[in-house]
């Protein structure tokens, strides 16, 4: 079956993705992506996010030596004392819009405007999962916010600003719109098999194998049954932990040892730094116990078969839905042959 058009079936959002294996070998005309300039300095007297320089909303960054959090000087959400107006709704209209309130943070890895994740040692990637995870903490216990969501943009290709390695959180009032899919859908598969969904799931892959791509104690990286960007990894703890917070010293470590083989074999895959979208799913900022939940990380990366060309979401994607050629499996497969050593670490 998996060598000639098929769908399956993503129970995380309950929708459904093409397969077209057959295509994998199509030629290619079309764009070509840039690039990145090789070579970064270590500080850029020009960037925005380098410790001591004038950021674009004229604020200065201190001398940060480690992680730097600030809040986001043109959010996209604000907190609920400020300006945004109150809700206006008008229930017998079509026309339904209502307040959403929340803040914007930006989240520097680093000093070093040059060294992205997987260049980072393993100890200055811990460093950042806890200033996610203190960042999550301390916006969900606020009681305006309903969720918290973290997530890096990574590289030209995915929109990214500026190459200081660099992340973001969004806290809103209402839980949006992927995390509240799967919300429904963990607590619908919890309630009818008595086991969180993505715990059943990684037992199927483990005993499977051909999908995962790296484990270790804690977390497996996987390129899941569903994807849809040729890619994409879905990276997911061992146990119905919920939320960042809730991690273990043990787990953080973990975390950030699948972290660096993840994004290190990312690089090596087309010896190029590889853009992504990433971001972690977490429970609700409720105050409740979410037992469903299991928390994971999406890894979203745009290109399909050299440095230079990227999937496009357009067409029947975008009117009809998502659609892939290259098999989950030959992309997994492709994942674990590359090194786990960095390309320009070697
Ligand atoms: P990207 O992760 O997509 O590159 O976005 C960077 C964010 O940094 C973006 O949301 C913010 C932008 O608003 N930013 C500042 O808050 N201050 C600055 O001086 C530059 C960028
Ligand atoms: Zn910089």
């Not at 811990?126 to 995870?133: G, I, P, S």
């Not at 606020?142 to 973290?150: H, K, L, N, T």
């Not at 787990?251 to 990312?266: G, I, N, S």
């Not at 098999?327 to 050593?341: D, F, G, K, M, P």
């Amino acid at each position: 079956m998996f060598n000639s058009p098929h769908r399956r079936f993503n129970p995380l959002t309950r929708e459904w993705v093409l397969v077209s294996p057959q295509r994998a070998k199509r030629p290619w005309q079309g764009q070509v992506e840039k690039t990145a300039a090789p070579g970064l300095p270590q500080y850029d007297p020009t960037c925005y996010l380098c410790p001591g320089n004038q950021r674009a909303g004229e604020v200065r960054n201190p001398a940060y030596d480690s992680v730097f959090v600030f809040d986001n000087d043109f959010a996209a959400l604000l907190p609920v004392e400020g300006q945004t107006p109150q809700a206006k709704n008008q229930p017998a209209s079509l026309l339904t819009a209502e307040a959403e309130n929340g803040l914007c943070r930006v989240i520097c890895f680093s000093p070093r405007h040059d060294l992205t994740l997987p260049e980072l040692p393993p100890a200055q990637i811990e460093a950042v999962l806890c200033a996610w995870a203190q960042q999550t903490s301390d916006l969900s216990a606020r009681a305006d916010i309903a969720y918290v969501q973290v997530f890096e943009n990574k590289g030209a290709a995915m929109g990214c600003s500026n190459p200081h390695p660099h992340s973001q959180v969004w806290a809103s009032g209402h839980i949006p719109n992927e995390p509240a899919k799967e919300l429904a859908a963990q607590r619908d598969y919890l309630a009818e098999h008595k086991r969180p969904l993505l715990l059943d799931y990684l037992d199927e892959e483990t005993r499977l194998g051909q999908r995962i791509v790296a484990t270790n104690a804690h977390f497996t990286a996987l390129v899941p049954f569903w994807a849809v960007w040729p890619f994409e990894i879905l990276l997911t703890a061992h146990r119905p932990v919920a939320s960042l917070p809730q991690l273990t010293d043990a787990e953080f470590h973990a975390l950030a040892d699948l972290f660096k083989q993840v994004t290190t074999r990312y690089d090596n895959l087309f010896q190029t730094s590889f853009p992504y979208s990433m971001g972690f799913h977490q429970a609700p900022a409720d105050g409740q116990p979410h037992p469903e939940w299991v928390l994971h990380a999406h890894f979203y990366p745009p290109l399909l078969r050299s440095a230079t060309v990227r999937k496009f979401m357009v067409g029947y994607e975008m009117l009809a839905m998502p659609q892939r050629d290259i098999t989950a499996e030959s992309a997994a497969t492709r994942l674990r042959e590359v090194s786990e050593t960095h390309y320009k670490q070697r």
